[in-house]
């Protein structure tokens, strides 16, 4: 049987180190095909959704706010005003620092918590399991996913083991072995 913990906090690790790669990979493209990496970051899917910059953003606040939620441990603020890759590694690893802080008993301990939320006028309320799995995984996933598909739609070379980041796993397979 998993915990909460289990099922979240090593799982939005393991993707934002995924999502560095991803970016790392598109970084290095756009220099070798001599590409403003600001294409990059400022591209979207359509032009009614928010472009790769925001994306990020709100995967890692998705991460650290929600598991702050459920956790109880303050997340640390971050004011939005990432430009460039490194700007974006900067945060992504900055939220890994934070999620590395939380420990099981914090998240397993509260995870009958009543977790309140607003957004779009509407008024949510989940106990923090629930809202883990229901929610926040979901969300977190959406924007990762929606990053990715700018940047494939965009020709970066990543494909299904970039996503699932088997560079990680890999390193997680061999500190067990």
Not at 47 to 69: H, S, T, Y
Not at 83 to 105: A, G, V
Not at 116 to 140: A, C, D, R
Request: hydrophobic content about 35%; proline content about 4%; aromatic content about 12%.
């Amino acid at each position: 049987m998993s915990s909460l913990y289990q099922s979240s906090v090593p799982l939005f690790k393991m993707m934002l180190t995924n999502l560095s790669d991803i970016l790392k990979k598109a970084e290095h493209h756009a220099k070798q095909k001599k590409i403003d990496p600001s294409v990059l970051l400022h591209g979207r899917l359509f032009p009614d959704m928010l472009n790769l910059i925001k994306q990020v953003q709100i995967a890692c606040d998705q991460a650290k706010n929600g598991m702050g939620r459920v956790s109880g441990i303050n997340p640390p603020k971050f004011a939005d005003k990432e430009k460039t890759f490194q700007d974006l590694y900067k945060r992504i690893s900055n939220t890994i620092k934070y999620l590395n802080r939380i420990k099981p008993e914090d998240v397993n301990y509260e995870q009958d918590k009543v977790i309140k939320m607003s957004g779009g006028g509407k008024h949510f309320e989940f106990k923090g399991e629930q809202y883990v799995i229901t929610w926040l995984i979901p969300n977190f996933f959406f924007h990762f996913m929606t990053t990715y598909s700018i940047l494939r739609h965009n020709g970066i070379e990543i494909g299904k083991k970039d996503f699932f980041g088997m560079k990680y796993m890999q390193s997680v397979i061999r500190k067990r072995a």
